[in-house]
């Protein structure tokens, strides 16, 4: 998919008429409609020659100039990052295991020219991280903790985005039904989100600190299976006692948001996920839940939304009233809720924040995406521009600058 200015039009292509602010959300729109995985042998899809799609954009109102180079180069950037993210959520696990997955990372760690740091396998559970290792350790690819890191000269904050990548979601021993576990590929969609995202930002000169944290396993089950009532401690040093296998993405973020503080001294963690099917009942199919301890953040997340395509809508930060759902008698907390019905979403984000800490004097931001991940059978590539416009004041380029949300100062004094 190429995108072109008006001024670069040789030949038929697609023209997108609109005013000068809504390009990059139409341009995002664009890329995602033309996905690109296919295991097809035959049809109109398979064997196809490879085509590029030109898309030229006519702006009008004020402020209706061409586009230049350098924004042109941002779109073709973010559709190259979005389609990425359909790739590796439209994958089958016997494909996008944690393995192929650890792949994606080290081929966009080698564009960027940045070396991945992984922890995989029994070291995980050697270093503390029993979220990670406790979910994953039952399946034949190994759990994994992979990092990229973005850190250019002058840089004073550091931002941290975590993400949820669990390849497949069985529900472990408290198993899914036949009907609820086919499309659970797609349970890594918020680790997906995460890299197309950091690629975009980081070629588009993002002028601060940023790390991207991929939390990745497969909820398997097998003999070493984490049972229901076993007790696992987390990177924070908190312990959690299993009562619903099922709720895991909540455990291997734990370990992720709490690698962010202690190890990467994040001045703002951003946590992505694929966390409740709850989230579509709360705020809808095409809207992800945004939770924050920042109110400035999560009316910035609401923003960024509405400019970037990526919508979101906020949920209630309350854990003076929610927390005690998780409520255990023999460890800190278990990993579910005593009561489905009360904030589900809220609450399970709030399991993630409690590893961070809820005294964390950071600005802290959990998305859940579960339902806008995909739309019928194929991924959307949700994320990407959601990042890259909340965060836009970071960049270089000026096509996200000037989209940018009106996020606070995120230093910690």
Not at 260 to 281: E, N, Y
Not at 323 to 343: C, L, P, Q, T, W
Not at 380 to 397: D, H, P, Q
Request: glycine share 12%; charged share 20%; aromatic share 8%.
């Amino acid at each position: 998919c190429s995108c072109v200015s008006p001024a670069y039009v040789c030949g038929p292509l697609t023209q997108v008429v609109c005013e000068r602010s809504e390009v990059l959300a139409l341009g995002c729109a664009v890329s995602k409609a033309y996905p690109i995985y296919s295991r097809k042998t035959s049809g109109s899809t398979a064997k196809a020659e490879k085509r590029t799609v030109s898309v030229g954009f006519i702006t009008v109102g004020t402020g209706g100039t061409p586009l230049s180079d350098e924004e042109v180069q941002c779109l073709n950037d973010a559709c190259e990052g979005i389609r990425l993210v359909q790739v590796i959520v439209d994958a089958p696990t016997n494909e996008m295991h944690t393995d192929g997955f650890l792949d994606e990372i080290r081929k966009v760690g080698e564009k960027l020219g940045i070396k991945p740091f992984i922890i995989q396998g029994g070291d995980l559970d050697a270093k503390g991280f029993g979220g990670i290792y406790g979910v994953g350790k039952a399946a034949v690819h190994e759990p994994a903790l992979a990092v990229l890191s973005h850190t250019p000269s002058g840089a004073t904050e550091n931002i941290c985005w975590v993400g949820k990548g669990i390849v497949y979601d069985t529900g472990g021993l408290s198993i899914k039904g036949k009907t609820a576990m086919p499309g659970m590929k797609r349970d890594c969609g918020g680790a997906a989100g995460i890299l197309g995202g950091f690629y975009v930002a980081v070629k588009q000169g993002f002028s601060q600190n940023l790390h991207a944290v991929f939390c990745l396993a497969e909820n398997a089950v097998g003999p070493n299976a984490t049972r229901p009532d076993d007790i696992h401690t987390l990177y924070s040093g908190k312990t959690v006692e299993i009562n619903n296998t099922d709720a895991e993405g909540r455990l291997v973020l734990g370990d992720g948001v709490a690698y962010a503080r202690k190890d990467l001294k994040a001045d703002c963690v951003l946590d992505m996920a694929t966390l409740t099917g709850a989230q579509g009942i709360s705020v809808g199919r095409y809207h992800a839940g945004c939770l924050s301890n920042c109110d400035d953040c999560q009316r910035a997340a609401f923003e960024a939304g509405r400019t970037s395509g990526d919508l979101n809508f906020p949920l209630p930060y309350c854990p003076e009233l929610h927390f005690s759902e998780f409520n255990s008698a023999v460890a800190d907390m278990k990993n579910s809720v005593a009561d489905r019905s009360n904030a589900q979403s809220s609450c399970a984000g709030l399991f993630i924040g409690a590893h961070l800490g809820f005294e964390y004097p950071g600005k802290w931001i959990h998305l859940d995406m579960a339902s806008p991940v995909y739309s019928g059978e194929r991924a959307t590539g949700f994320g990407v521009a959601l990042l890259i416009t909340l965060f836009g004041k970071y960049s270089a380029n000026p096509l996200l600058t000037s989209s940018a949300a009106p996020l606070p100062a995120l230093k910690i004094q």
